[in-house]
């Protein structure tokens, strides 16, 4: 099954979560509205209709007491006087049409009704039982005193008798006349307001009454409708899509740099993954980031720190191992070849000592003596020079210091130096030199190691010249001896361990390469400082300090 990213998940979620719940919300509301709206349009079309009734039965009333203070008037009256009252009456008012004065035994009704042919309305009163009084009005009277300061909100009003014929209206429509009065309810009961429908958000009310057998039917306008309806629901609507678009608009800002952010560290762990330690995580920082992500973020960022160091230190322990093995593998190659020529010269000359068939003089026995312990030196000095290089390097050399002559050593050193025929040595030194602090069987090991360098790299019949000078606090010494020209990348090199001048001449010179490695580590642990320079000649320079008797020197360990 495919899983959704992100934004796939984030986008169901708002349908789900914004959009369907504010949909059915914006239904909820809108159906809600609806009926509110139309229930509010029945009681105001009731309202309207009580009002009628009620102006209705105040008219009845007042002609009612029109008509006994007539004949409170007229029984007073006789003959011709009465005559000309009731006409004074019916000329004062233009409502009304004829008013009598009748005897019982004349009279068929004592009610009011409505004449459809005349457009009249016969308004009857009994006054005793001899007497009543009738009156009848003009419709047009009645209902200019009926609608007098009516005001409902343009609404269409429509007064008609039972055979659903028109009596009087207010806003006159005929389209909307001959549409409703088929639609009004058969079975109404007198003075109940009675609802109808022509469309389901149009309610009309029917009231019928009986005094008149009259029905009034009120109608909702259009444009109630249309306000209180339509114009709500798309409002309703409008404000919803707006609300849904913001917070959709909100929500989307706040997904997008959501995702930004996860994407980011995406990249930081699959750079992670693929070695990059570099790589660090960047966070966009606003108001939709959260802080679980910049926690997140800071400390994957401290992670790949620890990771990247973790790493240069395993880099430098591989490195470490690497020069390790490597110098292992020089280390043996040097045994196997340097200490194989002393060992066999050892070996032959004692074999040729101790054999019995040979009688040998005492000056052959003597020069294979002297072999024998020059080659023994020669062993010694290699194996001082390997079992120093771990101390010098581990910083963990320790020294005897004390006041020593720097002339005295020199000659010595060279005593103790393998030379050949032609190895011729010039020294340049004070007598007066002041003696330097340093030890002793290190200071004869750097001296014997700087001459074998010089003899075995010399040109032949060229002397290798050796100066001692004092230089403020330190005996300034070199050697300096001619040879083939040096480039200088490769005497840069020249106090690595195992590195030789790749001439000719190596090819055919024994040497382990540790000479002039082993020379810098002594000098410097001595506190001095060694120097190579390649001009015409090959020099090497180095300072010693000088002995101070009146210090309190501290021997150094290293």
Not at 96 to 118: G, H, M, R, W
Not at 143 to 155: C, G, P, Q, S, V
Request: proline fraction near 3%; glycine fraction near 2%; charge should be neutral.
């Amino acid at each position: 099954m495919k899983r959704l990213k992100i934004a796939e998940q984030v986008l169901i979620v708002q349908v789900f979560a914004l959009i369907v719940p504010l949909v059915v919300a914006a239904l909820i509301i809108i159906n809600t509205n609806q009926i509110a709206v139309k229930k509010e349009l029945v009681y105001s079309a009731e309202i309207v209709g009580n009002g009628i009734v009620n102006k209705l039965n105040t008219l009845e009333d007042f002609e009612s007491h029109s008509m006994f203070y007539t004949f409170q008037a007229l029984s007073r009256m006789k003959g011709k006087e009465r005559e000309n009252f009731l006409s004074l009456i019916e000329h004062s008012d233009t409502g009304i049409e004829k008013i009598e004065l009748k005897k019982e035994n004349q009279s068929a009704e004592f009610t009011n009704k409505y004449i459809p042919d005349k457009k009249q309305v016969l308004f009857s009163r009994k006054i005793d039982n001899d007497y009543y009084v009738t009156k009848l009005v003009n419709i047009n009277y009645l209902k200019k005193k009926l609608f007098e300061n009516f005001d409902a909100e343009d609404r269409l009003v429509f007064i008609v008798d039972k055979n659903k014929q028109l009596v009087m209206s207010v806003n006159y429509d005929k389209a909307k006349f001959d549409t409703l009065m088929p639609l009004i309810p058969k079975e109404t009961y007198p003075l109940v307001p009675t609802t109808f429908y022509k469309d389901k958000n149009q309610p009309n009310v029917a009231i019928y009454y009986p005094n008149l057998d009259w029905y009034i039917v009120i109608s909702t306008p259009k444009q109630l409708i249309n306000y209180g309806i339509i114009s709500a629901r798309h409002k309703i609507i409008l404000s919803i899509f707006i609300a849904a678009l913001a917070v959709f608009l909100l929500f989307s800002a706040y997904t997008y740099s959501l995702y930004i952010n996860i994407r980011q560290l995406f990249k930081g762990i699959n750079a992670i993954g693929h070695g990059n330690y570099m790589r660090k995580i960047r966070i966009i920082k606003n108001i939709f980031t959260p802080s679980e992500t910049l926690f997140l973020a800071n400390e994957i960022n401290k992670m790949v720190e620890r990771i990247n160091l973790s790493h240069k230190k395993l880099q430098a322990s591989n490195e470490k191992l690497k020069k390790m093995d490597e110098y292992k593998s020089n280390l043996i190659d040097t045994v196997s070849h340097e200490f194989r020529t002393p060992l066999t010269s050892i070996k032959g000359y004692t074999s040729r000592l101790l054999r019995h068939n040979v009688n040998l003089d005492e000056e052959t026995k003597k020069q294979s003596l002297k072999v024998i312990k020059s080659q023994a030196e020669r062993l010694s000095r290699m194996v001082n020079d390997l079992l120093v290089i771990p101390d010098i390097e581990s910083s963990s050399l320790r020294l005897d210091l004390k006041a020593i002559n720097i002339k005295e050593i020199i000659e010595l050193s060279i005593l103790s130096t393998s030379k050949s025929e032609n190895s011729t040595f010039e020294l340049n030194i004070s007598e007066t030199l002041p003696s330097v602090l340093a030890d002793e069987d290190k200071l004869i090991q750097i001296f014997v190691n700087l001459f074998e360098n010089a003899i075995k790299y010399s040109v032949e019949d060229t002397p290798i010249t050796i100066c001692a000078v004092e230089n403020e606090n330190f005996i300034k010494v070199s050697v300096k001896n001619l040879c083939k020209k040096i480039s200088q990348e490769t005497a840069n090199k020249l106090f690595e361990k195992f590195v030789r001048i790749d001439t000719d001449l190596t090819r055919t010179t024994r040497g382990t390469g540790l000479g002039l490695f082993i020379v810098k580590g002594l000098i410097e642990a001595m506190n001095g400082q060694i120097t190579l320079k390649t001009d015409d000649y090959f020099e090497i320079v180095f300072t010693i300090p000088v002995y101070k008797e009146l210090e309190d020197t501290e021997i150094e360990e290293y």
